[in-house]
């Protein structure tokens, strides 16, 4: 069992920057991939990035490279994702996730994760 919490969302006006933090406790946090996904009214929960478990290797949906920045530190139990250069389409409801299932490698689909966060506002200004 993994669970994951997710904070640091918030409101910001287009341009600015955010740091989400998602939490994990229960199974080692070291085994598993992790990724963020984000939601926006009406639409499909869509991938934004993903890291592996040892977080040297990760990947990014297009819209958001060289803007977003995924990591990960493994001692303190925590995944971040650091939001520069925001737009207004960036607005949506972020969740983190967890693939404990093989193999363990950054995902950029749903089904492949299997434990969620409850998510986290985030919403930009024009």
């Known amino acids: 069992q993994v669970q994951l919490v997710e904070s640091g969302g918030g409101l910001v006006q287009a341009g600015g920057s955010l740091r989400l933090s998602c939490a994990a406790s229960?199974?080692?946090?070291?085994?598993?991939?992790m990724g963020w996904f984000r939601q926006a009214p009406g639409k499909e929960r869509e991938f934004v990035a993903a890291?592996?478990?040892?977080?040297?290797?990760?990947r990014y949906t297009e819209s958001v490279k060289g803007r977003f920045t995924i990591s990960r530190d493994n001692f303190v139990k925590r995944m971040y994702l650091q939001m520069n250069s925001l737009s207004p389409e960036d607005t949506a409801v972020y969740y983190c996730?967890?693939?404990?299932?093989?193999?363990?490698?950054?995902?950029?689909?749903?089904?492949?994760?299997?434990?969620w966060g409850q998510g986290t506002q985030v919403t930009v200004s024009s």
């Open positions: 229960g199974r080692s946090f070291s085994t598993y991939a």
């Open positions: 996730a967890a693939k404990i299932r093989r193999p363990i490698v950054p995902g950029t689909v749903t089904g492949e994760y299997d434990y």
């Open positions: 890291i592996s478990a040892s977080g040297d290797s990760w």
